[in-house]
């Protein structure tokens, strides 16, 4: 194993937190305020604290800011977020490169569990992470991959459609009026990766899970903006061997048939067709615990869309543990001559996104929040994304002195060239102080609930 690292290479980079800060600095500066300095010290927070990422936190264990200076950074500064996502994702480009295999746009969810009601987006929502229906926020997100690296590069926030209808539930959450239209994931998703396609972020083929591709109308209109995808489907998924025969049915009394009709031929659901085919066994990358090898097999298909077979054929890929386990299929409009290795490898490649939605938990408390607004999430997420790109780039520039340096090695750096502050008595005092006020002030709102709650039931305290 190759391992060159030494102490003298850690420090030459103990000041790349501050440099890579400043590149992005710009975008928090207004006409008449920088808060440059806030964004540093939310940074540190971020990649420093190892859970519970609250302002009140980052105040006492990181920055130098106290937490309402925090809070207003994230929640009520009017620095512009979306230029930075644009910036991250131009970055992006640029250090994930198609050197290390092609380049792809992946597109996944991630709920976020919340209760009450004063969050942005919060309802009752299949939420993935927790794996049942219950009260979460749920974020889009695009990352941008090749087969060694990945990094989220856009973000979105779901909002139900009973939010969008209730106006006063916007205004008190501040989404802005032209965001008060609801939109399926599925087009929001479609929006992220066409505005992604608009700023020229390279990019070969776009990656989906069930949820996008059991939708033939998002898969045409990707292939009419001419993008190729890999959208996982169900097993229950139908399609056509042949092509059938389509045409509109003869009169048989009554009004004539107006609408095309399949005349003749049958289709399948793909999960009755792997028996029949020729299975590969296909290495498809190094992984923590060895080799990720599967059996893999491809066949050309045709979709069905409106009841009728789509015009050209698709590739069907399918794909299983060694055991025969676990069986994914997926359809892709790659070119014909697409080798089976190649499509192996693209249909895995998913595992990049949850890879980078768990360590931007893990590492940035991506869901380690608490804003209630519109632009309290959209700035926290935006500060998610930027540190996790800062830590690709450290990953990226140590990777050449050791082959197998991760994310997490990078913060470990970070806690040496970054120490968390050393808190004194006077410190311990304050915050303890603070501690109980929290909970002075909780204590009273639960008294003052549970009042209301007797009064409707004709008690009183």
Known sequence: ???????????????????????????FRTSTRDVSPHALEYLKGQLLCESRR??????????????????????????????????????????????????????????????GKRSVGVSRQ??????????????????????????????RLFLPRQWVKDTKRCDRAGIPKEERIYRT???????????????????????????????????????GEGIVYVGDVPRTTGVYLEYPEIGIPAKRGGRPAR???????????????????????????????????????????????????FLHPVWLLVRQELDGSDTKYSFSNAPVCTPLQVLAEWQSRRYWVERALEDAKELAGLDEYQVLGWRGWHHHTSMVLL???????????????????????AVEI????????????????????????NRFSSRNSRLRKQKDELKCCGFQM
Not at 2 to 27: C, M, N, P
Not at 70 to 86: Q, Y
Not at 135 to 152: E, F, H, K, P
Not at 426 to 437: K, S, T
């Open 259 to 309: 609408k095309l009709r399949v005349l003749s031929g049958e289709s399948h659901e793909v999960q009755t067709l792997p028996s029949s085919l020729d299975w590969h066994i296909l290495r498809i990358r190094s992984t923590q615990r060895g080799e990720l090898i599967i059996r893999f097999t491809a066949m050309r298909v045709w979709r069905i869309e409106d009841d009728l077979p």
């Open 1 to 27: 194993m190759k391992y060159e690292l030494r102490a003298e290479d850690i420090a030459q980079h103990a000041q790349d937190l501050k440099v890579f800060h400043e590149r992005f600095s710009s975008f």
């Open 414 to 437: 970070l806690k040496v060239a970054m120490p968390k502050k050393q808190l004194s008595y006077e410190d311990a005092v304050d915050l303890i102080r603070e501690h109980h006020l």
């Open 126 to 155: 299949y939420c993935g992470s927790l794996g049942k229906v219950d009260s979460c926020q749920i974020g889009m997100y695009l990352a941008l991959s090749n087969s060694r690296d990945v990094t989220l590069i856009d973000r």
């Open 185 to 223: 994931k599925a087009q929001i998703g479609l929006e992220m990766i066409l505005d992604t396609k608009k700023r020229d972020v390279g990019f070969e083929f776009v990656g989906m899970d069930e949820h996008y591709g059991e939708q033939p109308w998002l898969l045409s209109r990707l292939e």
């Open 54 to 115: 609250n302002m009140s936190k980052i105040s006492v264990e990181v920055s130098t800011m106290n937490n309402q200076a925090l809070d207003h950074f994230t929640s009520v500064s009017p620095w512009k977020d979306r230029p930075l996502i644009e910036a991250i994702a131009e970055r992006a480009s640029q250090r994930i490169s198609s050197d290390a295999g092609t380049r792809a746009l992946i597109l996944d969810e991630s709920g976020n569990g919340k209760k």
């Open 387 to 409: 540190a996790m790109l800062f830590l690709l780039e450290l990953k990226q520039d140590l990777r050449s002195k050791a082959p197998m340096f991760s994310l997490q090695d």
